[in-house]
């Protein structure tokens, strides 16, 4: 993720919204990002973005080989479509509740183009610590277990990009620590760029690097819990 001067501003019956008033980022491959920042910081706007899920009004913001400023919808479904996984907060929102994990990481990878090469959904299930589960339908697991299936589900094209919007927030701590382990190693072990929305602090201190927005700003960066204001 590479971005500079990244405005969005939303248009809310009549008035402006300035949801990101000026975002420059970078996130080499490979790495594992923690987003941070109250409410209204403009945290999922720019989640949104990178997911190319909305569009941004001004500057620049690459994703891999993707320019997004620029790109066509066609182009943008193509991307959505594999490169870019993404999992949102409460548990099982986006999955088939009547269908296992495996036939979920399935449907999920049925709608990916057809040139991608898909992992076998049991690997992807192995990977998030849930292939005893592979065949139980959901509705017979933990809240815990269901979110790691959405992470599953999230990676199930194998995307460059994984894109998750507070995936613990409804979770209890053991639950929440399972959900953090998972998508650390599948950090890594397959090398897979991260971007993880967090508002619990201690989710953050075990990130490698976090990046605090306010007020559609960056407000500070840092490594390993030590955060650094940004002047
Ligand atoms: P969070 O703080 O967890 O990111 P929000 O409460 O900010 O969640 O937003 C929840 C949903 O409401 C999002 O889909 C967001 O796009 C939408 N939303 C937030 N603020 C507004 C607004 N002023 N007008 C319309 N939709 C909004
Ligand atoms: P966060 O994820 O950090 O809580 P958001 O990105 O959801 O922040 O929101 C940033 C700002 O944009 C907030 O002021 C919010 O109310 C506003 N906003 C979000 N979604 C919408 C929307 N669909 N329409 C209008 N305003 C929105």
């Known amino acids: 993720i590479s971005t500079s001067g990244l405005v969005h501003i939303y248009r809310s019956q009549g008035h402006d919204v300035a949801a990101l008033s000026g975002i420059g980022i970078t996130v080499p491959p490979g790495e594992l990002v923690g987003l941070l920042g109250p409410s209204g910081a403009g945290k ?6 990178c997911g190319g899920l909305l569009t941004p ?8 080989e993707h320019n997004l400023a620029t790109m066509t919808e066609a ?4 991307m959505r479509a594999g490169d870019v996984g993404i999992v949102l907060q409460g548990a099982g929102r986006n999955l088939i509740p009547y269908l296992s994990p495996e036939d979920n990481v399935r449907f999920a990878q049925r709608a990916a183009s057809r040139d991608r090469t898909l992992p076998e959904p ?3 299930l192995n990977l998030v610590g849930l292939g005893d589960q592979a065949r139980t339908p959901l509705t017979a697991l933990t809240p815990g277990q269901i ?5 599953a589900v999230g990676i199930a094209t194998s995307p460059g990009l994984l894109l998750a919007d507070e995936p613990t927030s409804q979770l209890d701590h053991r639950a929440r620590d399972e959900v953090i ?3 650390s190693a599948i950090n890594a072990a397959t090398g897979m760029t991260v971007l993880l929305i967090t508002h619990d ?3 953050a201190a075990v990130l490698p690097r976090t990046i605090t927005i306010r007020d559609g700003r960056i407000a500070s ?6 955060e650094f204001a940004v002047v």
């Open 75 to 78: 182009e943008l479904d193509r």
């Open 57 to 64: 009004s001004a500057g620049r913001l690459q994703i891999g």
């Open 201 to 203: 602090p201690e989710v």
């Open 147 to 151: 979110q790691l299936c959405a992470v």
């Open 221 to 226: 960066e840092g490594r390993a819990g030590e």
């Open 44 to 49: 999922s706007t720019l989640l949104q973005l």
């Open 122 to 124: 049991l690997e992807v």
């Open 181 to 183: 382990a998972a998508i």
